[in-house]
């Protein structure tokens, strides 16, 4: 515990919906749901005037429908979102080495290690210099919290909600956790808190008060000794500024449960290129392969087989995905795979036997063999990603038509993007269908029959017009898509506009900036100036 409440938590308010309604002028001051739009599809993020009427994280979008009916509900726009999250951790890069980011809107910092405070008053003035800067760089606001220990700053940032700054003085933590249900604390969930209750015990002053050796009866010793440390306020971890990645998933729970083997191993495969794209994008490599199978009844089943040394072949992974899947009943129905990587590695031990039959292959396709140039089904040689339109094949490749237009969902929503871990979503709804070029989730050709494929456009996706410009699909089905042309930096709402699905002069966009480009950059500079020249008498 420090003597000095140096440890700072931000978390960015309602992340994804607030960055939309940043984006979407329309759309300030009115119920704004992120997340899977299909039937099974969960809430990633909802704006505070969505939780007026119920709605919150990593709730089924059936419900949230139901209780919010006249909502906007959009699907994730993650290249938006990394973007911002970058320009913040740039700022909070600015105030200390020692930045922990715990996901994209979320992170630590230690103020003391970067001069940045050394008391009450400082790490106070810091804090609040921190949410101008944000809001100024980005138009979006952070909740702050300030404490000795990393707990306690994030229980501060909890209270702070939305848009404010709490600082909880060193030596006042018990007085000020006593009240507080027993649910705050880390790692007390629905069934820890039910034991405790049962127990008597429903606060965090009566944990305190129950002493340790009781908190070891009901919960056993490492649970026991672990929670009482933290009613009392204690706290030593450590804020890291590298956190090693234990491994890389991903993951689509499919609107309709799969029942055709040959879909469900097309599937797997799919989801096997996806993880290698970002296995390789982290700079890692991996030794164990790992395949989620949850099927009709929400049993789940995990396989894992470990080969005898790291690789990002994708090639590699789906043939083991592939074996893995062997071993599985599908029987009955599977509602979501997923395909993971671990034991990572930053170095390759290539597989020899694969290449080698990767050459053979293509050797066999040049010389005319049976099966046209891959062989039927069109699956690649070794190490080519995607490069055919069969199982093998690529996100957005010429594959098989998919009915359902599944695919393209993240893994994990609020850590997607992120590794997949512990954020609204992590069941793996995906938050839309594949990605069109330049604009995530925005649009996908589905074959129609004996006809040319008709686009599709996902609600809260980014478009351009050749003739009225930016906007963003607020809806479409019936063969038309509605447009409203806004831009972030509009005063008022923007016109609406419909158009053919099909219609030349309306395209996929990349985001726009929700900040002015040169204002933020101002701004980003001015942020790291100060930075650079107040540093806390007798810092480091």
């Not at 396989?303 to 599985?328: F, I, K, Q, Y």
């Not at 040049?366 to 039927?376: H, L, M, N, V």
């Amino acid at each position: 515990m420090r003597a000095a409440p140096t440890i700072l938590h931000l978390d960015m308010d309602a992340f994804f919906a607030a960055a939309e309604q940043a984006a979407k002028p329309s759309l300030r001051g009115k119920p704004v749901i992120v997340g899977g739009l299909g039937p099974r599809g969960v809430v990633a993020t909802a704006s505070y005037e969505a939780r007026r009427f119920g709605v919150h994280s990593a709730m089924p979008m059936a419900q949230a429908r139901r209780l919010c009916p006249n909502g906007a509900y959009l699907v994730p726009r993650f290249s938006l979102y990394r973007t911002v999250s970058e320009q913040v951790m740039e700022l909070l890069r600015g105030l200390s080495p020692l930045v922990e980011p715990l996901s994209l809107d979320e992170a630590f910092v230690d103020l003391e290690a970067g001069g940045a405070a050394f008391d009450e008053a400082s790490a106070r003035a810091a804090g609040r210099r921190l949410r101008a800067d944000i809001r100024a760089v980005t138009g979006l606001s952070g909740s702050v919290g300030l404490a000795g220990s990393k707990m306690l700053a994030k229980i501060a940032s909890e209270e702070a909600k939305p848009d404010g700054l709490v600082l909880i003085p060193v030596g006042a933590e018990r007085e000020l956790l006593a009240p507080m249900p027993v649910r705050t604390l880390p790692g007390v969930g629905p069934a820890t808190g039910e034991h405790l209750r049962r127990a008597g015990m429903t606060t965090i002053g009566e944990l305190a008060e129950a002493g340790e050796d009781e908190l070891v009866r009901l919960l056993g010793r490492a649970h026991g000794v672990g929670l009482y440390r933290m009613a009392l306020g204690r706290d030593d971890r450590a804020v890291v500024a590298e956190r090693d990645a234990k491994s890389v998933s991903v993951e689509d729970t499919f609107d309709v449960d799969l029942h055709d083997r040959v879909r469900i191993q097309y599937e797997v495969q799919r989801l096997a290129d996806r993880c290698v794209q970002r296995l390789r994008g982290s700079g890692h490599s991996g030794r164990t392969i790992v395949l989620k199978v949850r099927r009709f009844d929400f049993s789940t089943l995990t396989r894992s087989e470990t080969l005898r040394g790291p690789t990002d072949d994708p090639a590699v992974v789906r043939e083991a995905a592939a074996r893995l899947l062997e071993a599985v009943d599908t029987t009955g129905g599977v509602r979501l795979l997923g395909v993971g990587v671990s034991g990572l590695a930053d170095y390759t031990q290539e597989d020899l036997f694969a290449q080698a039959a990767g050459a053979e292959s293509a050797e066999s396709g040049a010389s005319g063999g049976p099966g046209g140039s891959y062989g039927p089904g069109g699956a690649g040689p070794a190490g080519a990603a995607g490069a055919g339109g069969g199982p093998g094949g690529a996100e957005g490749s010429d594959g098989p038509a998919r009915p359902d237009g599944a695919g393209g969902g993240a893994g994990a929503l609020g850590a997607a993007e992120g590794g997949g871990a512990g954020r609204p979503g992590a069941e793996g709804a995906r938050p839309g269908p594949p990605a069109g070029p330049g604009a995530p989730g925005s649009e996908v050709p589905v074959a129609e029959a004996g006809g040319a494929p008709e686009r599709r456009w996902a609600a809260g996706s980014d478009v351009r017009h050749a003739v009225y410009g930016a906007g963003w699909v607020q809806g479409s089905g019936v063969g038309r898509v509605t447009v409203r042309f806004e831009e972030p930096g509009s005063r008022v709402p923007g016109r609406v506009r419909t158009f053919r699905v099909d219609d030349p002069d309306l395209e996929p966009s990349d985001p726009l900036p929700l900040v002015d480009p040169e204002a933020a950059a101002r701004a980003a500079a001015e942020a790291a100036a100060h930075a650079a020249t107040f540093r806390a008498p007798g810092a480091a």
